[in-house]
C-alpha cells in the first residue's frame, strides 16, 4: 500500500501536516464553544422575549428566529461578516477613531452565535413552557425575584426538556464552524483543504479531518448522554435521543 | 401548530390583525423601500439570466437529492429497524458517519478525494464516463443524496419503528405477505408520521445547497458571489440571494401543508 504510508507520512511524519490540522481542531473547539455559549444566552433571553415580553420586543424575535432559519446559515454568516465589519468601521470613522481589523475569531464566533440563538431561542421556549406552570406559581407566590425564581426554579425544572434539543445544537455548533472556512477563517476545514492543496492527498487528508469531526461527535454524545442523566435525576421525564 | 387548529379553522370568525402585528408589516415594508431607494439595483439587468440559471442549478439539486436521498433512506432504514445484525450494523455506521460529519467535508472528500483518486486507474479517461467524472456537478448531487440518505433513514427508522405492532399484525391476519403488507400498511403509516419532519429536512438540505459553491457548481448564491466579485456591491446580491432562499422555504412549507391536509390525520 504505497498510497497509505505516504499518506501517513504526510499526516504523521515529522515534516508531517497533522500539526496544522490539530491546531484546526482546536480553533474549531474554540469558536463552537464560544458561538455555543453566546447562544445560549441569546437563546434565554429570546425565550423570555417571545414568552414573557409582547409587543415589538416580542415582534422582533419572531422576526430574528423566522429568518435566521429560513436563510442558509452560509449566506448569513456572509452578511453578518460584512455588514457587522462595515458597521462597526462607519461607526469608529464617525466617532473619529479609524478602521480596525475585526479580529478572526471574535468575529466567527459572533456570527455564528447570532445563527445559534435563534435555535437556542425555540429550545429553550419550548423547554420552558414544558414546566408545569404551578411551580412558576409556586415560586411567584413564594415572592421570589424574577431572577431568583430563573435560578432556583424554572433553569433547573426546564433543564430535562432542553437537553435533547441543547445537545443536537452542540452537534451543529461545531459542524457549522466548518461554514467559517469559506469566508476564510482558518479553522479544522480550512487548514486540511491547504494541507490537501499542498500535498495533493487530498483523499487522506479529507479523511482524517472527517474522522477529527467525527470524533469530536461521538465524545460529544457520550458527554451530553451523562448530562442528561445528571438533569434528569429525581423526575419522570424520558431518555434523550441524541442524533 | 396547534393541532386542531386546520379543522377548526373555516368555522372561526376572522380576526383583523393586531397593532403589533400592523407595525411588523409597516416596518418590512419601510426596510423594503429603503432598499430600494438606498441601494444599487442597475446590475439587475445584466445579471438576471444568471440568476435564473442559478435559481434551476438550485432547485434541480435539492429535487434530485431529496428523491434519490429517500429512495436510499428507506432501505437502510428497514435494514436498521428489522434487519438482521449483519445488514443493520454497516446501516448503523453509515447513519452516524454522516451524521457525525460536517457535510462540506463530505463534499470536499467526494470531489477533490475521489477526483485525486482518479489517476491511480489510468484507463477510467478511456471509458464513457470520464465527460461526467471531470464536472463538478455529479459530485454535488452525490455528496447531496448521501447526506440526505443518512439523515433521512434516522428519521424513517424512528417512523418505522414506532407504526403500532397491532397493525402490522392485522395485515398479516389478513393474509397480506410482507411485501404487500409493507406497500400497504407499513410504508405509507411510516410516512404520513414522518411527513412535518421530512419538510424540516427539506428546508434543511436546502439550506446546505449553496456549499456546493465551493466546488464550482454554479448556483444561486455562486450567481450572487459572481456579482459581488465584478460589481464590487456587497449587500445588494446577498439580499437577493436571502429572499430567494426565503422564498423556496416558504414554497417548500406550502406544498407540505397542502400535502399533510390531503392525508388522513387520525390513524389507528
Known sequence: MPYFSHALDLLLGDTGWGRNLLFGLLRTIEIALGAYSLGLLIGLVGAYGKLYVGGAVGNFFILYTTLVRAVPELILILMLYYAGTDLLNQFLIWTGYGRVDINGLAAGVLVLGLVQGAYSTEVLRGAIQAVPQGQIEAGRAYGMHPLLLLRRITLPAMLPHAIPGLGNLWLTATKDTTLLAVVGFSELALETRQAAGVTKAYFAFFSAAGALYYAISILSILAIGKIDRWARRGTDVQKARVQ | ?268
Not at chain 2, 10 to 21: D, E, N, T
Not at chain 2, 32 to 61: D, K
Not at chain 2, 119 to 124: A, G, S, T, Y
Request: net charge positive; glycine share 6%.
Open chain 2, 1 to 268: 401548530m396547534n393541532p386542531i387548529g386546520n379543522s377548526l379553522a373555516p368555522f372561526q370568525r376572522r380576526r383583523p390583525i393586531s397593532w403589533q402585528q400592523a407595525s411588523a408589516v409597516f416596518a418590512v415594508l419601510l426596510l423594503v423601500v429603503l432598499a430600494v431607494f438606498f441601494l444599487r439595483w442597475e446590475w439587475v439587468p445584466s445579471y438576471a439570466g444568471l440568476f435564473a440559471q442559478g435559481l434551476y442549478c438550485t432547485i434541480l439539486l435539492l429535487a434530485v437529492s431529496c428523491v434519490a436521498g429517500f429512495a436510499l433512506a428507506v432501505p437502510i432504514a428497514l435494514a436498521i429497524a428489522s434487519g438482521p445484525l449483519l445488514v443493520s450494523a454497516p446501516a448503523k455506521a453509515f447513519c452516524s458517519v454522516i451524521r457525525g460529519t460536517p457535510f462540506l467535508i463530505q463534499l470536499w472528500l467526494v470531489y477533490y478525494g475521489l477526483g485525486s483518486l482518479f489517476p491511480l486507474f489510468p484507463e477510467l479517461r478511456t471509458t464513457a464516463l470520464w465527460p461526467y467524472l471531470r464536472e463538478a456537478m455529479p459530485y454535488a448531487i452525490i455528496a447531496l443524496t448521501i447526506n440526505f440518505a443518512g439523515y433521512e433513514a434516522e428519521v424513517m427508522r424512528g417512523a418505522f419503528t414506532s407504526v403500532d405492532r397491532g397493525q402490522l399484525e392485522a395485515a398479516r391476519a389478513f393474509g397480506m405477505n410482507r411485501r404487500t403488507a409493507f406497500r400497504r400498511i407499513w410504508f405509507p403509516l411510516a410516512f404520513y408520521r414522518a411527513l412535518p419532519t421530512l419538510t424540516g429536512e427539506t428546508v434543511l438540505q436546502l439550506k446546505s445547497t449553496p456549499l456546493v459553491a465551493t466546488i464550482s457548481v454554479l448556483d444561486v448564491f455562486a450567481a450572487s458571489s459572481r456579482v459581488r466579485q465584478e460589481t464590487y456591491l456587497t449587500y445588494e446580491p446577498l439580499l437577493v440571494v436571502a429572499a430567494v432562499y426565503v422564498c423556496i422555504t416558504g414554497a417548500i412549507v406550502f406544498i407540505s401543508r397542502k400535502l399533510e391536509s390531503r392525508l388522513p390525520t387520525r390513524i389507528g
